[in-house]
């Protein structure tokens, strides 16, 4: 149950493309498409902004887009603008049956 | 409006207990899987135990079993953590959490801040 690796910080100009990996491993990321993605204000509870891999929830931005390769996710944000600063988490479903949380990016709008 | 409030945080001495509640409303509690989540001071999110609706399906982190039991009471709309042997390492807020879409968590409480200290 070790966590997912996030880069610790990405950033990008506004209206730019940028993109988190997630990388896991064969036993949760690699074996499900299930992986979840919250963002996260200081102080704030977290909010989903994709599930399943590259689902977005009602009245989320499609800006936000995810995907999957092998044992890595990613979360896309097309045309980045002020708001999207903020902390993100990946989260995927384990064989387990248990989740793991990855380590978190630190999403700087320069 | 859709909303879970947690309560039951606090100061405890290593080895002590505590018990989390949470209250949900808004929505249909029973058809949801929920979660506990926390998260260090500082730090980044932590899963730590799910419950199926029913109460039937339980599964925690590695750190925490044996000492933490999660559990709900349908009847009042209400999620429970309860947790013994606490540890230094325990001290985190803790989120209330339901799983409204497919493997996603879509509902969060505003989190109750635990702190193990002597």
């Known amino acids: 149950q070790s966590a997912l690796t996030q880069p610790a910080s990405v950033s990008g100009s506004p209206g730019q493309s940028i993109t988190i990996s997630c990388t896991g491993t064969s036993s949760d990321v690699g074996s499900y498409n299930l992986v979840s993605w919250y963002q996260q204000y200081p102080g704030k509870a977290p909010k989903l902004v994709i599930y399943e891999g590259s689902k977005r929830p009602s009245g989320v931005s499609n800006r936000f887009s995810g995907s999957k390769s092998g044992n890595t996710a990613s979360l896309t944000f097309s045309g980045l603008q002020a708001e999207d600063e903020a902390d993100y988490y990946c989260?995927?479903?384990?064989?387990?049956?248990?989740?793991?949380f990855g380590t978190g990016t630190k999403v700087t709008v320069l | 409006e859709v909303q879970l409030v947690e309560s039951g945080g606090g100061l405890v001495q290593p080895g002590g207990s505590l018990r989390l509640s949470c209250a949900a409303s808004g929505f249909t509690f029973r058809t949801y899987w929920m979660s506990w989540v926390r998260q260090a001071p500082g730090k980044g999110l932590e899963w730590v135990a799910k419950?199926?609706?029913?109460?039937?399906?339980?599964q925690y982190v590695d750190s925490v079993k044996g000492r933490f039991t999660i559990s709900r009471d349908n009847a009042k709309n209400s999620l429970y953590l309860q947790m013994n042997s606490l540890r230094a390492e325990d001290t985190a807020i803790y989120y209330c959490?339901?799983?409204?879409?497919?493997?996603?968590?879509?509902?969060w409480g505003q989190g109750t801040m635990v702190t193990v200290s002597s």
């Open positions: 419950i199926k609706q029913d109460g039937s399906e339980k």
């Open positions: 959490a339901g799983y409204g879409v497919p493997y996603g968590i879509d509902i």
């Open positions: 989260c995927s479903y384990a064989s387990s049956g248990t989740y793991v």
